[in-house]
């Protein structure tokens, strides 16, 4: 009987002293909770995020070849497209300015790509400038291949030199021909062409064609980004 009662005794010292361990480490572990959360953040690397394929990719890669727009870039306002990697809408109108010496001003009219305000002019009657209708724009391709690769359209528009682009004298769907007239491969509205007035408006492009490329990149699956 009181070897069971040691026996017992023993089995409840053994768990208090487990107890206190285990309430000591608790203790611990809460006392320098921000210290061991850093030391797991430090000491944990991070999966790779999945690409586009869903491959853990991310290898720079040279590519070599010619460009193909697969969508091209459009002006819808206008209805202007190009095989291009973008393309550049450039309004220009025909418009009073005013040059003053002391209380003297002459008028004169330019082709110009800013608006030119006619309401601080000293004599604003008879010299109105009007708002041009469009301004400035670009627009890029929505998909751009070379060989089975599809290519990020800033990439792509890095490697190339920037042009001229003279509208086809069909190119205007039959609304907008009504309107804008093509001379020279530029659009004009408002007026003669030969004989502008203020208000007149002048629209040419400029586009980055595609064409022969070197590229180096990032691959990520069948996509390729800059670096």
Known sequence: MASRKKKTGS???????????????????????ARFAEYMLQNTT????????????????H???????????????LGVSADAVVLLRIVEMYQWYEQC???????????????????AFHERKGHENPRAPFSDARFQAGEVKLGEFSVDVALAAGQR???????????????????????????YA????????????????????????EITGVKYGHRVEAK
């Open 11 to 33: 089995t409840i010292f053994v768990w208090l002293v487990v107890l206190a361990v285990l309430t000591g480490i608790g203790w611990w572990l809460w006392m320098h909770r």
């Open 46 to 61: 991070p999966s790779a995020p999945p690409s586009a394929a869903g491959e853990k990719t991310g290898d720079v890669i």
């Open 63 to 77: 590519l070599h070849g010619k460009l193909q727009v697969v969508t091209p870039p459009r002006d819808t306002a």
């Open 101 to 119: 010496e002391g209380d003297e001003c002459r008028y004169g009219t330019v082709w110009s790509r800013m608006q030119i305000n006619s309401n």
């Open 161 to 187: 030199p920037l042009i001229e682009y003279p509208v086809p004298a069909d190119a205007l769907p039959p609304n907008l021909a009504a309107t804008f007239s093509v001379v020279d491969g530029l659009l």
């Open 190 to 213: 408002g007026g003669d062409p030969a004989h502008p007035q203020p208000g007149t408006l002048r629209i040419r492009y400029r586009i980055i064609p595609a064409g022969e490329v």
